[in-house]
């Protein structure tokens, strides 16, 4: 199955999804304006990024993860 490249729009709603999640819940996450990103003052746990990457490629997005004194959760196009 193909998927198409989502809009700004789409993936912004796809992202507050993601952070209204079990997984984000408290941890105070933030969307970048151009909805690819995600940040949050937390660090995150196995369970937690296995939930995000799981959400994201139902949607056809890949998730990335960095930590630099906050999480950064980066989402691009899953080819």
Avoid at 18 to 42: M, R
Avoid at 57 to 69: I, N, P, S, T
Wanted: charged share 20%; net charge positive; proline share 1%.
């Amino acid at each position: 199955m193909e998927f198409q490249k989502l809009t700004t729009h789409q993936r912004g709603v796809i992202l507050r999804g993601i952070c209204g999640g079990a997984a984000l819940k408290g941890k105070s996450p933030l969307i970048s304006e151009n909805n690819t990103v995600i940040t949050c003052v937390h660090a995150l746990n196995v369970w937690d990024i296995c939930c995000i990457s799981s959400d994201a490629e139902a949607f056809g997005l890949k998730a990335k993860f960095g930590y630099d004194g906050q999480t950064i959760i980066t989402f691009t196009h899953n080819k």
